[in-house]
């Protein structure tokens, strides 16, 4: 098919759960040690916020984060093509910014974090049957901006080549 600038795909508009899809194609054991970390972070917090077992915990992130990488893996271009269309169209023109100002990759940002913690707090929720609640939104929105910042700390550390999808 073609290929993408591994930073273009990570900073695009409108993005949820970015980072398993994308790192789905990486096979660097450094970019899968931050998902590991994210993982282990996301556990810790179920562990201590819903007072489960460990195992528990850590079947309810792994579970939570396939079904939002999975839902990624779909919805991300859709939700590009539909963004650039709509902010391409209408709102750049507006504010006279384009895709890769920093306004619009920190909204992208925003977006992707309250995006993907509204997916997994539905997992949470109707699959393991826990009651959710805004304090718990609004801490699993902060450990979705740690992993990201982790993953991104990776790519700045090591930064990455083209990724080529065939």
């Known amino acids: ?4 600038s591994f930073y273009t795909a990570l900073l695009c508009p409108s993005l949820a759960d970015l980072a398993w899809p994308i790192l789905f194609f990486k096979t660097s054991i450094l970019y899968w040690a931050s ?3 994210g993982l282990l972070i996301e ?20 579970t939570m ?3 939002t990488g999975l839902i990624g ?9 539909a963004g ?10 507006i504010v006279d910014m384009g895709q890769f100002d920093l306004p619009v990759w920190a909204a992208a940002f ?14 949470i929720k109707k699959v ?5 609640r805004k304090r718990g939104f609004w801490i699993l929105c902060a450990i979705h901006t740690v992993n990201a910042g982790m993953i991104l700390g990776w790519l700045l550390m090591f930064p990455a080549r083209e990724l080529t999808i065939q």
């Open 73 to 81: 893996i779909v919805l991300i271009p859709l939700v590009i093509v």
């Open 110 to 123: 925003a977006s992707s974090v309250l995006i993907n913690t509204a997916l997994e707090g539905t997992v």
């Open 128 to 132: 393991f049957h826990i009651p959710w």
């Open 35 to 37: 998902v590991a970390a």
């Open 65 to 67: 984060n396939l079904a």
């Open 43 to 62: 556990t810790a917090w179920i562990r201590r916020f819903f007072h489960k077992p460990w195992t528990q915990s850590l079947f309810i992130a792994g």
């Open 1 to 4: 098919m073609g290929s993408i």
């Open 84 to 93: 650039e269309l709509c902010a391409g169209l209408f709102i750049h023109r």
